[in-house]
C-alpha cells in the first residue's frame, strides 16, 4: 500500500492474479452447470463472471498505465509502482491456465449454444417435422477437433 | 490442469445430454398437435464421481433416455368415463329412437286409444248409425296397427344393437390384438431406448377399446395386462384374448370369453355394454309391458264384446285377436272383426239397443289387472321410455363434462406447452450469449496480461 492508503501495483497485481484464479473457478462452474443443464447456475456463473471481467478489465488498464514520476527508491526491486517478479509470472502462469480453460468453455458453448439457437429457430418457424441432421456424435466430434 | 481436464470430460458428457433434450423438445414441437402425443422429458442421471490426487471431482451427466411424461391414474379414470360415456351414448341414441315410436304422431297407441274412445261415444248417442259402427271398427283396427307399429319398432331397435353387438366384439378383438403386439415392441426395446412412441400408440389403442368396453389396465413386467370387468383377460404381453359371441336359450346374444364362459353380465361399459343392455334388458322390458298391455286390454275389451249382442242378434265375437302369446301380443294383435255389423252394440240379448257400448267404453277406462286403465298403462311405458333416454342422454352429457375436465388435466400433465418451452430457451440463449462475451473479454485479458510481462510501463 501507497502511503495514502492507495494499492500499489504489487497489491493491484495480486488482486488481479486472485480474480484470474477465479474466474477460472467460475468458468469450471458454468461448464458444469451446461453439462447439468442447470440454467438457473448458469445465470448465477455468467453474472459473477461479467463481475469479475469488469473489474479484470479495470485492472488492468490501471496496471497497463504509464509510472507516476516520484522519488526514486533505494532499492528498485521494493518500488510500489514495480511488480514484482515472482508476482508477475504467477499472473502469467495464471492467464495462460485461464485461457486453456477459455478455449473449453468457448468451444462448449459455442456447441451448446448452437443446439439452442437450433432449439429457438424451431421454436420461431416451427411448421412441420424436425430431425436435426448432426448428432451427438459428430457434435462432439466437431467439438473434440477444435480442441 | 486436473480440474480443467474434468472440465473437459463434464462438458463432454455435457453436450450428449444436451442433445437428448434436444431431440426430445425438437420431437415435442413436432407433435404439438397429434392427438394422443405425450410430451417427452429427457432423463438425466449423474454420473459418478472420479477421485484424481485427493481430489474429489463430479463426472458430469449422462443421458439415460426419453421419458413420457404420463399419469397413469388419470389415464384410467379416462378409461373409466370413456367407457361409461360409450354405454351412455350407445344406449342414449337406441332409446331415443325407441321414444320416437311413443310420440303423439296420431297414429301412435295413444292417439288410437283416444280415437276408440271418441268413437264408441258417438256410437252410443246413435246406435244405429253405420258409419258410427263403422267408426268404431276403424278405429279398434288402427288400434291394433298401433301396437303392431310400435312393437315392431321396438324390435328394429334390439335388432341393431344386437347387430352392433358382434360387429363391436370383432372390433374388441382387433385392438386386443394390436394391443398385444405393442406390448411386444415395447417389451423388446433395449432399455433406455425411448418407447414414447409406441406407448402413445398403446394409450390410444387401450383408449379406443375402453370406448367399446369396461375394461382394467395393469402394468406388468410384460407390458399392459387387459381384462374385462369379470378379470377375464383380453391381453397379457404380447398374447391377446378373442371373445366371441352366441345366442342364448332365451334367444339373446351373449359375450363368451376364449375358454367359452358367458361374461355378458360383467359387460356393463362401452358400445358393447350399451348395446347388451339395450338388446337384453331395456328393450325387452318394455316389450313386456307393450305386450301386458295390448293382452290386457284386448281380454278386457274382448270380454265386453262377448257380453252384448251385435246387429246380426249373435252374441259379441272376439274384437282384437292375436293376443293370447303374451310374449308377442302387441306384434300380433288384431282386429277379429270383419264388419262392423258384428260390433257387440246391444246388451238386452237381441239387435237394436245400445247397452253394450257403455260397458265396450267402461273396457278403455276400468283398470287392468295391471292396477292401471289402458291409457293410464301407456301412459306409464311412455313415461319409463322417456326417463330412460333422458337418464342416457343426462349421463352422458354429465360423463362429458368430466371427461372434458380430465383431459384438460392430461393435458397439462402431458401435452407440449410450447410457451413453456419457448421461455426456457429464450433463457438459455440469453445466458449463452452472455457467458460468450466472456469468452470474448478472458481473451483481451490474456493479451493485457502477456503486456504486463513486456511493457515498459510496468
Keep these: 500500500m501507497t502511503a495514502a492508503g492507495v494499492p500499489d501495483r504489487n497489491g493491484k497485481a495480486a488482486e488481479y492474479l486472485q480474480l484470474l484464479r477465479l474466474l477460472a473457478g467460475e468458468m469450471e462452474r458454468a461448464m458444469r452447470a451446461i453439462a447439468h443443464n442447470a440454467l438457473p447456475d448458469l445465470e448465477e456463473s455468467v453474472e459473477s463472471q461479467q463481475r469479475m471481467s469488469a473489474r479484470l478489465v479495470a485492472l488492468a488498464g490501471e496496471l497497463s498505465a504509464p509510472l507516476e514520476s516520484g522519488p526514486i527508491a533505494a532499492s528498485p526491486a521494493a518500488s510500489p509502482n514495480k511488480i514484482d517478479d515472482d508476482m508477475m509470472q504467477q499472473v502469467r502462469v495464471a492467464g495462460d491456465a485461464l485461457q486453456a480453460l477459455n478455449r473449453r468453455y468457448a468451444a462448449l458453448l459455442e456447441h451448446s449454444s448452437r443446439s439452442v439457437a437450433l432449439m429457438t429457430s424451431l421454436f420461431n418457424s416451427f411448421q412441420g417435422k424436425f430431425k436435426e441432421a448432426s448428432g451427438p456424435r459428430l457434435k462432439h466430434q466437431t467439438w473434440s477437433c477444435q480442441m | 490442469m486436473g480440474g480443467l481436464n474434468a472440465a473437459l470430460l463434464i462438458g463432454v458428457s455435457g453436450l450428449g445430454a444436451a442433445q437428448g433434450a434436444l431431440d426430445a423438445t425438437s420431437n415435442n414441437i413436432a407433435n404439438v398437435n397429434t392427438p394422443g402425443y405425450t410430451r417427452e422429458e429427457a432423463q438425466l442421471a449423474e454420473n459418478g464421481q472420479s477421485e484424481s490426487g485427493g481430489q474429489i471431482t463430479g463426472g458430469g451427466v449422462m443421458l439415460e433416455g426419453l421419458k413420457s411424461i404420463r399419469d397413469e391414474l388419470l389415464n384410467m379414470q379416462i378409461q373409466r368415463q370413456t367407457s361409461m360415456q360409450s354405454a351412455a351414448d350407445t344406449e342414449s341414441a337406441s332409446l331415443q329412437q325407441a321414444q320416437s315410436y311413443f310420440t303423439l304422431t296420431g297414429t301412435d297407441i295413444g292417439s288410437a286409444l283416444s280415437s276408440l274412445s271418441s268413437s264408441l261415444a258417438e256410437l252410443s248417442g246413435n246406435s244405429t248409425s253405420s258409419s258410427a259402427q ?16 310400435t312393437a315392431s319398432g321396438l324390435t328394429s331397435v334390439q335388432t341393431a344393437a344386437n347387430q352392433q353387438i358382434p360387429n363391436t366384439v370383432s372390433q374388441i378383438n382387433a385392438l386386443s390384438a394390436q394391443i398385444a403386439q405393442l406390448n411386444g415392441q415395447l417389451a423388446q426395446m433395449p432399455a433406455g431406448q425411448d418407447g414414447g412412441t409406441v406407448q402413445d400408440q398403446l394409450d390410444q389403442a387401450v383408449q379406443k377399446l375402453a370406448g367399446l368396453t369396461n375394461i382394467s389396465v395393469t402394468q406388468t413386467n410384460n407390458g399392459e395386462t387387459i381384462t374385462t370387468g369379470s378379470g377375464t383377460p383380453l391381453v397379457e404381453g404380447d398374447q391377446s384374448y378373442n371373445l366371441q359371441t352366441s345366442t342364448g336359450t332365451g334367444g339373446q346374444l351373449e359375450v363368451l370369453d376364449s375358454n367359452g364362459n358367458n361374461v355378458t353380465a360383467s359387460i356393463t361399459g362401452g358400445t358393447l355394454g350399451g348395446a347388451l343392455n339395450i338388446a337384453n334388458t331395456v328393450i325387452p322390458g318394455l316389450m313386456t309391458q307393450l305386450n301386458t298391455l295390448a293382452s290386457q286390454f284386448a281380454t278386457a275389451f274382448n270380454a265386453a264384446q262377448a257380453g252384448g249382442t251385435d246387429s246380426n242378434g249373435n252374441a259379441g265375437a272376439a274384437f282384437f285377436t292375436g ?136
Design chain 2, 134 to 149: 263403422q267408426g268404431v271398427l276403424a278405429a279398434g283396427q288402427n288400434l291394433a296397427t298401433a301396437f303392431n307399429t
Design chain 2, 323 to 458: 293376443t293370447a302369446n303374451l310374449s308377442t301380443a302387441a306384434a300380433d294383435m288384431s282386429a277379429g272383426l270383419t264388419s262392423a255389423s258384428q260390433i257387440a252394440i246391444s246388451s238386452s240379448g237381441a239387435s237394436g239397443g245400445n247397452g253394450n257400448v257403455a260397458n265396450l267404453s267402461a273396457a278403455l277406462t276400468t283398470a287392468l289387472p295391471s292396477g292401471a286403465s289402458a291409457a293410464g298403462g301407456y301412459a306409464s311405458i311412455v313415461f319409463n321410455v322417456g326417463t330412460a333416454a333422458s337418464n342416457a342422454s343426462t349421463q352422458s352429457t354429465a360423463i362429458g363434462d368430466n371427461l372434458t375436465q380430465l383431459t384438460t388435466q392430461q393435458g397439462a400433465v402431458s401435452a407440449v406447452n410450447i410457451d413453456e418451452e419457448t421461455a426456457n430457451l429464450m433463457r438459455y440463449q440469453t445466458a449463452y450469449e452472455a457467458a460468450s462475451r466472456i469468452v470474448s473479454t478472458v481473451q483481451v485479458l490474456n493479451n493485457a496480461t502477456l503486456n504486463m510481462g513486456s511493457g515498459s510501463s510496468f
